[in-house]
């Protein structure tokens, strides 16, 4: 019999049961051997046990090193800290990997194959933010304190260029905007120089791009690039940016890596105008278990998971409505448990 390898799993807010579900069904028709603990965070966890990142979540991650998880809601403005940004520096997980394909052709954009590797623990999520009252004003001002270390930016990048090297990814573009922000990310583009002109060169290409430059170019001509590195808010930004290439955030997934664990997701956050409808797109938490299998040395049984989503989304025609198609989260979902079981 096949190992069992033992994973938290946290279905997370609004869509997350949906597409958490529907991804278990996937998992279950390849016979994935993973053994869930199931936890909650986020909105569910304070509701359930009065806090958004509970000690029992932290300790099983802790424990079993990986963990699938749906979207975690976070409350704009004031409120509670982001559970995401909490577990991303509880457990290092210092590397975000947003890879996206173009799945259906005909669309605007074909052809698109791009990865976004963003630093994930550093730069301007660090929280140092704060306001400063002026007369009876209290948000008079407001502060933020954006931090990156040399070796964060090393090890990031060392991650980037030994993934796409691994890959066989054809470049690395080093996106950052060290004209303005000379400190901040200028030591993000000076450490990428270093890293390669001593590990990398003559192995893959590298360039740099501006942020603003780098984003315009990515929707007049994406296939002029195909590793994006960069720091945690351009990141965030660029990764959605390059999601709707594809046909949106229900088909992006994400990888949260680090030196204690791997957590992994979509993109997407929990969808608060769809939730409970039963017609959100669990494509990109799939996706995201099909980074988990690779992660876990199974990427026959995650190209598996691909393969029969690329046949549901394109033989068959079921499709979401954020694609365009009638099929509810459960149709689409019974359509790829089909592919993967009869092929
Ligand atoms: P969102 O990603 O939840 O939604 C943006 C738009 O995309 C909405 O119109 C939504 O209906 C659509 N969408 C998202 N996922 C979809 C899917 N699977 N199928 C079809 N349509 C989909 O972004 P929003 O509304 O800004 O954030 C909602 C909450 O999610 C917030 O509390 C935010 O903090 C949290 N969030 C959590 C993330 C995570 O856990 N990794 C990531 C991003 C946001």
Not at 27 to 43: C, E, N, S, T
Not at 67 to 83: D, F, I
Not at 308 to 327: C, E, F, H, P, Y
Request: net charge neutral; aromatic share 6%.
């Amino acid at each position: 019999m096949t190992q069992k390898i033992a994973a938290t799993l946290i279905a997370g807010d609004g869509v997350g049961p949906e597409i958490v579900d529907a991804t278990l069904a996937a998992l279950d028709a390849l016979q994935a051997p993973f053994q869930w603990d199931r936890q909650v965070a986020g909105m569910e966890g304070l509701k359930s046990t009065g806090d958004p990142l509970p000690p029992a979540t932290l300790e099983s991650i802790r424990h079993t090193r990986l963990a699938l998880k749906g979207p975690l809601e976070t409350p704009s403005g004031g409120g509670y800290r982001s559970s995401n940004v909490r577990l991303r520096e509880e457990f290092k997980l210092y590397a975000n990997l947003r890879p996206v394909r173009t799945a259906i052709p005909g669309g605007r954009y074909e052809n698109v194959d791009l990865v976004v590797v963003r630093e994930n623990v550093e730069g301007l999520y660090l929280g140092y933010e704060h306001f400063i009252q002026i007369d009876d004003d209290p948000h008079a001002v407001a502060m933020a304190t954006g931090v990156n270390t040399r070796q964060g930016s090393r090890r990031l990048l060392e991650f980037a260029f030994e993934h796409a090297i691994a890959t066989g990814r054809r470049k690395v573009t080093i996106v950052h905007k060290a004209n303005i922000m000379k400190a901040l990310t200028g030591i993000f583009l000076e450490t990428a120089q270093q890293v390669y002109d001593r590990k990398y060169k003559g192995r893959i290409e590298m360039d740099t791009a501006i942020i603003d430059a780098c984003a315009m170019k990515l929707v007049l001509d994406p296939w002029q690039f195909d590793t994006l590195v960069t720091t945690n808010l351009f990141g965030d930004i660029l990764s959605d940016l390059v999601a709707g290439l594809v046909g949106g955030l229900g088909m992006a997934p994400g990888a949260n890596i680090g030196t204690d664990a791997a957590i992994f997701e979509a993109v997407h956050g929990s969808a608060p105008d769809i939730a409970g409808k039963g017609v959100a797109n669990p494509t990109a938490l799939m996706l995201g278990a099909a980074l988990m299998l690779d992660h876990c040395g199974l990427s026959s049984l995650a190209n598996r998971l691909r393969a029969a989503i690329d046949q549901t989304l394109n033989a068959d025609k079921v499709r979401t409505r954020d694609l365009g198609g009638t099929a509810s989260t459960s149709a689409f979902t019974a359509a790829v448990v089909k592919r993967i079981t009869h092929g």
